[in-house]
């Protein structure tokens, strides 16, 4: 009864989707436990990248049933789009293989509103948020005023409904331009359209997912954002609203802790963060820039670009602990390629003290300054290679070091997008 999950290791991007797309070969669920639309997972289908909001990373793969858990906070705007564009490139959607949680949140555009009002109004602080209201529809979800998507299959219930949830929002409404203020009837019969289309999917996903469990089935809980980014362990306030980490996984899917059997943290071979927030590791003008470039690291949702910086130790090794990582899977390898020396953070050094452990306050993190220990690099693409034995000795060397201080075993490297640049490494411990 192999219950496995997924979580990133650092700020996001790590690259799960990919992992999660090929794991998912031999899962039979695959199941988003938190975050909403502001997530972009991009797997590889049929040659070309898609890019997964809210849909489980496993829908490429038919015989896998997707399941969108009770964690997560769902725009059925967006969702709706996300069915209608898979559906166009052949992969199919039913309620056979797609079922949502009738615990999940749902986001609508006034949250959205809020989220961008936040993040422009000049006297608040400024995250650098991706702006689809995920935060706001936390927000509701724990003032005990959010509205589920279960609550769309009682129609006749859900003016009262969004009346509770409207009236929270009257000061801020009210502060609009008269011309921008959301009309409570056309909110209301865009809920009443979504029920419609999204009724087949409603599902007790929790008494559901637990059957599959004891019955044997394989299940992946797909986290996303990382947990840099997670509401309690990451570096708040710059953070997004959930728990992204392992915990998360269990509360916003009902899968109790018990019935975990494994955790895989992603990382990649370096650093990259989006938003506002301390990252003690960042590069700054060129070398950022050449980094960037190198990893085409812009965002799958906003296309924001990426900061870019080494891999930091201190972060991967608390991210392993707070998670209970059993193995990671280590992403991008071959972006390193071509340096002739590569860096590892292995502490901080601040106010004259050496720091090994991720220190709670951002501005902690804002002034340390890293300890970097400096490894020869390689010169050689690897997006070739299709085993661990055919990397060069420097790379070899750079991920045992890794694996070292962050003291979790790597499972696997990976060195391209597609599912065939997974290389697992010899002495690994099994995922499943
Ligand atoms: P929010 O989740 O949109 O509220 O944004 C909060 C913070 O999380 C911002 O710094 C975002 O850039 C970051 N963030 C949210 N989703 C992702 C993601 O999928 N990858 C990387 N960063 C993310």
């Given amino acids: 009864m192999p219950v496995v999950v997924v979580v990133g290791a650092q700020w996001g991007d790590e690259g799960k989707g990919a992992m999660v797309d090929t794991l998912a070969e031999d899962a039979d669920i695959v199941v988003r436990f938190q975050g909403g639309a502001n997530a972009g997972h991009t797997v590889i289908y049929k040659g070309k990248p898609v890019a997964l909001h809210l849909i ?14 009770n964690g997560v906070v769902v725009d059925p705007k967006a969702l709706l789009d996300e069915i209608e564009s898979l559906s166009s490139l052949g992969i199919s959607i039913t309620p056979e293989r797609l079922k949502i949680s009738d615990r999940a949140h749902l986001t609508l555009p006034y949250h959205r509103m809020l989220d961008a009002a936040r993040e422009m109004a000049g006297s608040r602080l400024r995250l650098g948020t991706t702006r689809r209201g995920v935060g706001p529809t936390y927000v509701d979800k724990v003032d005990r005023v959010g509205i589920r998507v279960g609550d769309l299959k009682f129609p006749e219930r859900l003016e009262a409904k969004l009346r509770i949830n409207w009236e929270h929002k009257q000061a801020f409404f009210n502060a609009l ?70 915990g998360g996984a269990c509360t916003g899917s009902g899968l109790p802790p018990t019935k975990i059997t494994s955790v895989l943290g992603i990382a990649k071979a370096y650093t990259t963060r989006v938003g506002e927030g301390p990252f003690p590791t960042e590069l700054h003008g060129e070398e950022q820039v050449k980094l960037r470039e190198k990893g085409r690291e812009y965002g799958a ?73 400096t490894l020869p690099g390689w010169d050689e693409p690897l997006s070739e290679c299709r085993s661990w034995e055919k990397l060069p000795a420097n790379a070899q060397r750079f991920v045992m070091r890794l694996q070292e201080l962050v003291g979790v075993p790597i499972a696997t490297v990976s060195v391209g997008p597609e599912r065939s640049c997974v290389l697992m490494k010899p002495d690994a411990p099994s995922i499943w």
Avoid: M
């Fill in 177 to 246: 331009p008269p011309d921008e203020r959301p009309d409570f009837n056309a909110v209301l019969d865009e809920l009443l359209r979504y029920a419609d289309l999204l009724q087949p999917y409603i599902t007790d996903t929790v008494t559901w997912l637990n059957e599959q469990a004891n019955a044997g089935k394989r299940i992946l809980l797909e986290g996303a954002q990382g947990t840099g980014l997670d509401v309690d362990f990451g570096t708040y306030p710059f953070v997004t609203s959930s728990n992204t980490t392992a």
């Fill in 301 to 373: 949702t906003t296309g924001r670009p990426r900061r870019c910086g080494w891999f930091d130790a201190v972060l991967v090794r608390y991210a392993a602990t707070v998670n209970g990582c059993t193995a990671l899977a280590l992403t991008k390898l071959d972006v390193l390629s071509g340096y002739p020396e590569v860096k590892i953070c292995v502490a901080y050094r601040w106010r004259g003290e050496t720091l090994t452990t991720f220190p709670a306050e951002s501005f902690v993190l804002e002034e340390v300054e890293p300890i970097y220990e």
């Fill in 56 to 69: 489980p990373s496993g829908i490429t793969h038919e015989h896998t049933v997707c399941v969108i858990g």
